[in-house]
């Protein structure tokens, strides 16, 4: 079956466009996430999504929203906690990540007659996503895209030369944590496509991977959006084709992207 024909299937094409939705939020977003070597924060999420679909299940709301929630007390708790000068940042993230899991699978445990089938959040189920879930994707990427072009020059700012900013009157700790919320919604949006636990791939790989050529940060930006595009074409191609699990399919793609990248830029450097 032909590229084109493939995605005239109904399931492949809801598929394709949440894929599509969550590569042109987490591509500008995973840019950040690289430069200011955050990577970390965002397995720090991912791991608090267990406490998030704990909460979803107990309050009888989406989980989508118990993740969203859980990952705003985090990136609220990281916050107050780096005021202190107490601990590392890398010890807090462990913390708050291994504290918020183990929190999440107890409360999960103690749920009597709730069938929770974590694996689809671990690892999303994006050929099972339906047209209310991409209200949802676009809806609420749409919004974190919009505040990203709005604070695109104080993130740069505050991710270049924080102390500069904070003398030119920029508000960094409510930059920062503006961006750790949008971080919070998009490991929410990711949950169905990628899961939780790869979202933090498609964050820094295609990011990884623009850095190779990109001239300027908006560069970056938009190269690092086309790889993720291109990663979740050939993921869902492959993932069809081959009876393949669609979230991984798109990671090793875009792996496989980053590491002809660094084959390119090895090449380029020698001549």
């Known amino acids: 079956m032909t590229l084109p024909a493939l995605f005239q299937l109904e399931f492949l094409q809801r598929a394709l466009l949440a894929g599509l939705g969550i590569a042109a939020v987490a591509g500008p977003l995973g840019c950040f996430v690289v430069w200011r070597r955050m990577a970390y924060f965002g397995t720090s999420l991912a791991h608090n999504a267990f406490l998030g679909i704990a909460l979803g299940v107990l309050l009888g709301i989406d989980p989508m929203f ?6 705003a007390v985090v990136a609220l708790l990281l916050v107050g906690l780096q005021r202190q000068h107490r601990l590392a940042d ?7 990540a291994h504290a918020g899991m183990a929190l999440g699978l ?15 959040y671990l690892f999303g189920d994006v050929l ?47 930059v920062r944590l503006a961006f750790m919320l949008m971080l919070a919604i998009l490991v929410a949006i990711a949950m169905k496509v990628v899961g939780v636990l790869l979202i933090t791939s498609m964050l820094i790989i295609p990011a990884a991977a623009a850095r190779r050529f990109a001239i300027s940060p908006e560069g970056m930006a938009v190269s690092a959006v086309g790889v993720g595009w291109v990663s979740v ?39």
């Open 66 to 71: 118990g993740i969203a929630l859980a990952a």
């Open 90 to 96: 890398d010890t807090l993230l462990g913390i708050l």
């Open 106 to 120: 107890v409360a999960i445990s103690f749920m009597e007659g709730m069938r929770v089938d974590l694996l689809t």
């Open 128 to 174: 099972a996503v339906s047209w209310r879930d991409l209200a949802w994707i676009y809806g609420a990427g749409g919004a974190v895209l919009a505040g990203l072009i709005v604070l695109w020059r104080w993130l740069l700012m505050v991710s270049v030369h924080p102390e500069l900013a904070a003398a030119e009157g920029i508000p960094v700790l409510a």
């Open 233 to 271: 074409i050939v993921g869902l191609a492959a993932s069809y084709q081959w009876d393949l699990p669609s979230g991984p399919a798109m990671v090793v793609s875009a792996t496989a992207i980053f590491a002809l990248s660094l084959g390119a830029g090895a090449a380029l450097s020698r001549t």
